[in-house]
């Protein structure tokens, strides 16, 4: 039995006991900045946000038990404006591309004490395709040489900017003979479309909305680069210490939601459009089977070479502080949590898609805008569905077809097509197209002459 005084005690301690379980509770910030614009970006961004995967992965044991996380996501249009955030510590996480990667690295390790950690990839296209330059539709702008004394616009910092600088740098053409003009990828597109500007160089998916909308052309592609193109996740080296399995409960959610969207490209697709405003035919280009973007966390060799790479293209430009990649580039937080979740690591590391090979033989698509996306096995099977569905009137949200070159997918209608006989192929560039006809007897012709060979009478 208590006595008065130990049961009163008692009663004080028991009160105080939900006091003390408050008291020593966390208060875990976790500070996401993403780009709901960047398609390359959306595993590690707006699908994690929108399904709530980082909440589902989070820690909830041991030194985590008593966390509560205050989870926020900011969006950008490009990656420069994420690094200085972070710089400024109002973000742990960042999600970019290639050329803003390493521009975060050797920014952060450029100060005497800060510093980020490049801890796992989104995904990427092997090729280097992502990044494209693109002139008003009706520009007589074919070629990237046609570009000296004209103006050209990006979003410097950006992985376009990037790969715009190495493409004037292979095509010996210094920045002294055309005018850079720092525009935003809404900006830019714009002006393409109301012909304000000569070019602009953005990355994925502004070229190819351009392209959809009817407003842009491509002059260059980034797979001409021969540099991989791939984004990735970078977090704050202060970060990722105090809080390791916070860095790869993300990594876990930019894993399924690789794998979420690979379950299902037109559901994920509709979805992201309703997220995002971009297309979903567009998102369909990027996401679906054949599509550019291979989903791949990993960090394979091939991207430290790229990435490295790179950085010698900004020092020529003499835009970039030196990044020792050694330091700055860990597998061991995706290598945990791979393991946590099963899935073998090394195996999906020596994995490689190459669009080339993968893509052989895949059917063409169109996308009809009541029965869904249907398949083809060859182009007279692909050509005679278009014109029997234009007959009817039917509304044809876009097709799809693939570049010969390199297996990449495209637009039916932006493609250049090039007519042999009684046979068809598309292309991405008009060069190579102009090359193949030669070669072959053939002649270039529009997408619609070629839909005209199917049409039949009655």
Known sequence: MYSKTSLKAALLGAALVPFASMASAEKISIAIGHQSMCTDTYTAGIVVKELGLLEKH???DGKYAEADYDVSWADYSSGGPITNQMMANKLNFGVMGDYPLIVNGAKFQETDSLRTLYVAGTGYNLKGSGNAIVVPVDSDIYSIDQL?????????????????????????IPTGDYVLKNQSPAVGAANIAAGKIDAHSDFCPWSEIMEFRGTGRKIYDGSETGVPYLHGVVVRQDFAEEYPEVVEAFIKAVYEAGEWIREDPMRAVSMMEGWTGVEKEVLYLYFSQGGHLTLDPTIKQEWVDALTFNHGVLVKEKAIPPLDFEAWITEDYVKAAYADLGVDYAAEKASMVDPAEANKGLPMEIWHS????STYPDMPAFLTAVA???????????????DIETGLKLFGKTAFWVKSGGDYATFLRKGEAEAYAAANGGELVTFDAAIADFITEG
């Open 148 to 172: 000296k004394g004209k103006a050209v616009s990006t979003p410097v910092g950006s992985a376009a900017w990037g790969m715009l600088l190495k493409a004037m740098q292979d095509n010996e």
């Open 370 to 373: 009541r029965d869904g996306v």
């Open 58 to 60: 989070l820690p909830t």
């Open 388 to 402: 029997q569905m234009q007959g009817t009137g039917a509304k044809l949200n876009a097709t799809y077809v693939y």
